[in-house]
C-alpha cells in the first residue's frame, strides 16, 4: 500500500521560514514524480511545486517562485518543501502527491494528475 505522510507544518510569522517533509512508502520513490500542492477551505487546490525523477528537474507556481524550494532525497524517500520569506497568503493545507514519471513531467500539472495523496499538513503565517 502506497502512503505519503506529511509534516513540517505549524504557526509562524510573516516573513518567517518552514520546512515540509513528506516520506514515502511503498513505491517505487525513485520512479515517480513528486508534487506539493495546497488548498484552503471553499477554493481549488493549487499546484505549489514539483520535482521530477529526471535530475531532480524542479517547478514552482509563480506565487511562490524565489521563496520556496523542493527537493528530493531519494536514500530516504522524502521530499522536503523549503518555504522562506511565509505570507499569510500562504496559509493553507499542504498535500504531497506522487505521480509514476513515465514521461519527464514539464510542469507541475493538475492534482488529477498524480495518483497518491498524502493526508495534509497545516501552515499558518500570521500577520
Known amino acids: 500500500e502506497v502512503q505519503l505522510v506529511e509534516s513540517g507544518g505549524g504557526l509562524v510569522q510573516a516573513g518567517g521560514s518552514l520546512r515540509l517533509s513528506c516520506v514515502a512508502s511503498?513505491?517505487?520513490?525513485?520512479?515517480?514524480?513528486i508534487a506539493w500542492f495546497r488548498q484552503v477551505p471553499g477554493k481549488d487546490r493549487e499546484g505549489v511545486a514539483s520535482?521530477?525523477?529526471?535530475?531532480?528537474?524542479?517547478y514552482y507556481a509563480d506565487s511562490v517562485e524565489g521563496r520556496f524550494t523542493i527537493s528530493r532525497d531519494n536514500s530516504k524517500n522524502t521530499v522536503y518543501l523549503q518555504m522562506n520569506d511565509l505570507k499569510p497568503e500562504d496559509t493553507a493545507t499542504y498535500y504531497c502527491?506522487?505521480?509514476?514519471?513515465?514521461?519527464?513531467?514539464?510542469?507541475?500539472?493538475?492534482?488529477?494528475?498524480?495518483?497518491?495523496w498524502g493526508q495534509g499538513t497545516q501552515v499558518t503565517v500570521s500577520t
Open positions: 520535482i521530477s525523477k529526471y535530475a531532480g528537474r524542479a
Open positions: 502527491a506522487a505521480v509514476e514519471e513515465l514521461i519527464v513531467i514539464l510542469a507541475i500539472g493538475w492534482p488529477s494528475n498524480y495518483d497518491y
Open positions: 511503498g513505491m517505487s520513490f525513485e520512479d515517480h514524480a
